[in-house]
């Protein structure tokens, strides 16, 4: 019969992590004040939304800096992250 469901008897994939940053971030933290990049060779699109994402979930801790630059050579955009240090919080208000 044509439109005919077929059913898998199968438990559904486990679910994943929040966030592909969860387990980077707390490294990052430890390096207070060095950048980290965290993607490189993405579409502007691409390092645009992701970057929004990473934005959202550090957020509530203003130490947090997040920028999406075009790489050297021209291969596409990266994500740079950094836990900022007390100075560097000083000068960036």
Do not use: C, F, H
Request: no cysteine; glycine share 8%; charged share 35%.
């Amino acid at each position: 019969m044509k439109g005919e469901i077929e059913l898998e008897w199968e438990a559904p994939p486990e679910k994943r992590k929040k966030s592909v940053y969860e387990e980077v971030l707390p490294e990052i933290q430890k390096r207070r004040g060095q950048w980290a990049r965290v993607r490189s060779g993405l579409s502007s699109g691409s390092a645009s939304s992701a970057t929004q994402n990473l934005r959202k979930q550090v957020e509530r801790d203003p130490a947090w800096e997040v920028v999406a630059r075009r790489m050297d050579g021209g291969d596409g955009y990266g994500i740079w992250v950094r836990y900022r240090s007390k100075e560097q919080m000083q000068e960036a208000k």
